[in-house]
């Protein structure tokens, strides 16, 4: 039987390489995995601080497990152009810096003591995808996620392939296929046994077939009784095969669900049913770490755009993401748009192999889960190269053909060779720009973009992000407008029938080449910030929820007379998924519906109170006293949420949150925690700029800096375990508000296995 574990701990990291010292243990620094090699600052930074060379090594002792077994070390991803060395000897190249790679040392262990090496080249090498030109991202050298030791009898399980029929039926059908590995040739015979079990383990059906050196292929049919994965029942089944042969035995379990997705003429089809897409692009970056975040960062990133953005759909800018990400959006019900990496720029022929053997590996690697709907086989927002997108659509329809195509692009009448025209619609704000000629438009027609006489299944990928940067702590109007744009979009996707969705540029800030964003290394372009807290625009996501998911009022101000251009809070939006919003200011009451009449199409227009509403002089014209206000949502004509915005804030209140009390000790489990500078109320403080120490005490340690400064009244961090069990006490100190203190622990269950 295989055994998997952890190989993460124990490392040690040192700058440079020279092959002459891959055989030797040189001086370093002690890591443990997820690693970044270079922690960076905030912002204002050099990004090619990390793009050179570096040393990683650990030291694997023979285990007499090992003899006449097979064993490897298999990387889930390192950034980039890794080499691993045993013992001085190179063992395997992989270029990627996305996807896994399997090191074999089988017949290289000696007796004693082994050394691993591995090579990272954070160089941005113009032969691998993304490199070659620009790119509006960030690709942090490092071994970034989690490496493996896996052990296993000669002959064993390489893969399995799951594939569902008849899913919407009564009677559902499913084929596994199982792909051997027998690294060393062996003849060999014996039986795979496919196992069909719930989510409870217990066993639903069976299949069995001989082997004698071949892959196999079984099928069950007639099952009844079996619930679809949907994105509010996200049910899944698990296979598990089992291998018996004369050389060992293997086994090998994967999740999967019940499920059809198609793109057509007609929007979107889920199980059979319309679902318009409505979701944002997620880079993998954290502040300080770049891409060496673990599990926990991973899963709640997922957790936060499905049950705080409620999105439907995410898609995977612009590379294959951690497996931990894919498995928990399988897990909640999160709709996955997946690509392999790149950014505008293709290269030559050799870059062109590499690319399409990312679209191999992306495949090979996620082709089981059933959030993922859409394979992405283009690059980014690139020029049409025929031959190119002719060979990465022809392999993704033979590993897969289950799974529409689809290939990114801003580019109107671009060569449409995938099954789903996927475009990047920057229409919005181009009225702006000398010599336009059409007014503001939220979203073309398709055929506009297309050039086709003909409407196919059409899915918009971005918009919004550089066309209107805005920051957490920008001007109240800039930011009304931010949020005005994501709701016209949104407006008009779901307007028009033949608009599969919309996916927003995008989930939160991120940092980037000097090349784009602010001239700090960040974009501001996330409907978040970099610590994830919310801006305006968040709460347009959020407020097309279903009430009795959460009830959302959210009014797109600081409530104050002179932060906009000449003065007052009109027009006031309120993002809400209520029928109505009340309005209290002075001895004044308003009710007002949603805006209908400029947004009806969304499932929750805003609110949007103006001088229909109030007149200037009810509200109050400049140089009278300015008075607090009082929202409340109605639902059904009853009250069903309420806020209060004072006049006169001031700081009252520190406010520190963990996402969790609990962190895994093993590992490099992590944990966020959100400081907000809350005033009588409990409102954010918009423009409260102090700055706040962080104390840790116990098994953890802070990632990031210790003095940290609010940027729209709100500020975060992580803490990272560091491998033993115990009490962690966290403390937030202000100048203005005083200290508050957090009780944490590590723990010792919880572990993550592969």
């Known amino acids: 039987m295989r055994s998997v574990t952890s190989f993460n701990d124990s490392w040690v990291f040192s700058e440079g390489f020279d092959p002459a010292d891959a055989g030797r243990l040189k001086a370093g620094t002690a890591v443990s995995l997820p690693h970044n090699a270079v922690e960076l600052p905030f912002n204002y930074f050099d990004?090619?601080?990390?793009?050179r060379a570096f040393t990683y090594q650990k030291v694997i002792a023979w285990h007499p497990d090992f003899a006449g077994r097979e064993v490897s070390l298999v990387f889930d991803a390192a950034m980039a152009d890794a080499v691993v060395y045993l013992n001085g000897e190179e063992i395997i190249a992989h270029k990627d810096g996305y996807t896994p790679f399997e090191a074999r040392l089988t017949g290289k262990l000696r007796d004693g003591d082994n050394l691993i090496t591995v090579k990272i080249d954070g160089s941005e090498n113009p032969e691998i995808p993304p490199f070659g030109g620009r790119i509006d991202y960030l690709t942090y050298a490092g071994i970034y996620r989690d490496v493996w030791l896996k052990v296993t009898d000669a002959v064993s399980i390489a893969n399995i392939k799951i594939e569902t029929r008849d899913v919407l039926s009564d009677r559902k059908s499913v084929s596994v296929r199982c792909d051997l590995s027998n690294?060393?040739?062996?003849?060999?015979?014996?039986?795979?046994?496919?196992?069909?079990?719930?989510?409870?383990?217990?066993?639903?059906?069976?299949?069995?077939?001989e082997t004698s050196g071949e892959d196999v292929t079984?099928?069950?049919?007639?099952?009844?009784?079996?619930?679809?994965?949907?994105?509010?029942?996200?049910?899944?089944?698990?296979?598990?095969?089992?291998?018996?042969?004369?050389?060992?035995?293997?086994?090998?379990?994967?999740?999967?669900?019940?499920?059809?997705a198609e793109f057509t003429t007609e929007g979107f089809r889920l199980n059979g049913r319309p679902l318009k897409i409505r979701g944002l692009n997620r880079h993998q970056s954290f502040p300080y770490v770049g891409y060496a975040m673990g599990r926990s960062a991973q899963e709640r990133d997922a957790e936060l755009l499905k049950h705080t953005l409620h999105c439907n759909?995410?898609?995977?800018?612009?590379?294959?993401?951690?497996k931990w990400f894919l498995d928990h959006c399988d897990r909640i019900g999160l709709l996955v748009f997946e690509e392999i990496p790149g950014w505008q720029h293709i290269g030559g022929e050799a870059w062109k192999r590499e690319a399409i053997l990312n679209v191999r590996r992306m495949i090979e690697r996620d082709w089981n889960h059933p959030s993922i709907v859409i394979w992405g086989v283009r690059i980014n927002e690139s020029q049409d190269s025929h031959d190119f997108y002719v060979e990465t659509n022809r392999l993704a329809r033979e590993l897969d053909p289950t799974r529409q195509t689809g290939g990114v692009r801003y580019i109107t009448d671009s060569e449409f060779l995938e099954d789903v025209y996927t475009m990047n619609d920057f229409i919005l704000g181009n009225e702006e720009l000398p010599g336009a000629n059409r007014p503001r438009t939220a979203l073309r027609p398709?055929?506009?973009?297309?050039?086709?006489?003909?409407?196919v299944p059409y899915l918009i990928t971005e918009f919004g992000g550089h066309m209107y940067p805005t920051k957490i702590y920008d001007q109240e109007q800039r930011q009304a407008e931010h949020v005005r744009r994501?709701?016209?979009?949104?407006?008009?996707?779901?307007?028009?029938?033949?608009?599969?969705?919309?996916?927003?540029?995008?989930?939160?800030?991120?940092?980037?080449?000097?090349?784009?964003?602010?001239?700090?290394?960040i974009c501001y372009h996330g409907?978040?910030?970099?610590?994830?807290?919310?801006?305006?625009a968040a709460y347009v996501y959020a407020s097309q929820c279903d009430p009795s998911e959460e009830v959302v009022m959210k009014p797109v101000t600081f409530w104050a007379r002179g932060e906009r251009n000449i003065g007052g809070v009109l027009p006031l939006i309120v993002l809400t998924n209520c029928d109505e919003v009340e309005l209290k200011y002075g001895s004044l009451t308003k009710r007002v519906r949603p805006d209908r009449e400029n947004f009806p199409h969304l499932p929750h227009a805003p609110v949007v109170i103006d001088h229909r509403h109030f007149t200037k002089d009810e509200l109050g014209v400049w140089g009278m006293k300015w008075e607090s206000a009082e929202f409340s949502g109605f639902i059904g004509g009853k009250p069903a949420a309420h806020l209060r915005m004072v006049a006169d804030p001031v700081p009252m209140t520190l406010e520190v949150k963990a996402d969790s009390k609990t962190i895994s000790a093993e590992g490099r489990d992590s944990?966020?925690?959100?400081?907000?500078?809350?005033?009588?109320?409990g409102n954010i403080l918009p423009f409260l700029n102090d700055a706040v120490d962080i104390t840790v005490e116990g098994p953890a340690r802070l990632i990031g800096p210790a003095r940290l400064v609010f940027q729209g009244g709100t500020t975060g961090f992580w803490l990272e375990s560091t491998g033993t069990a115990g009490a962690i006490r966290l403390g937030v100190a202000s100048s203005r508000l005083g200290t508050a203190k957090l009780e944490l622990s590590a723990t010792a269950e919880g572990a993550a296995s592969a």
């Open 183 to 209: 690294p060393q040739g062996l003849a060999f015979a014996g039986t795979v046994t496919a196992l069909l079990r719930d989510a409870d383990g217990a066993l639903l059906a069976e299949a069995v077939g």
């Open 313 to 322: 759909l995410v898609r995977t800018s612009h590379y294959p993401q951690s």
């Open 527 to 536: 409907v978040m910030d970099m610590f994830r807290e919310p801006k305006f």
């Open 671 to 681: 944990v966020r925690v959100i400081v907000r500078a809350l005033d009588q109320v």
């Open 486 to 521: 994501h709701l016209e979009v949104l407006n008009a996707a779901h307007a028009d029938p033949s608009i599969s969705g919309a996916i927003g540029w995008c989930m939160f800030d991120y940092n980037t080449h000097k090349d784009f964003g602010s001239g700090d290394r």
């Open 218 to 260: 079984l099928d069950m049919t007639g099952l009844a009784g079996l619930s679809l994965w949907d994105i509010d029942a996200p049910i899944r089944y698990q296979i598990e095969v089992q291998l018996r042969t004369d050389r060992g035995r293997d086994r090998l379990t994967s999740h999967f669900g019940f499920r059809t």
């Open 47 to 51: 990004e090619t601080s990390y793009q």
């Open 446 to 455: 398709q055929q506009e973009c297309t050039g086709l006489s003909r409407k």
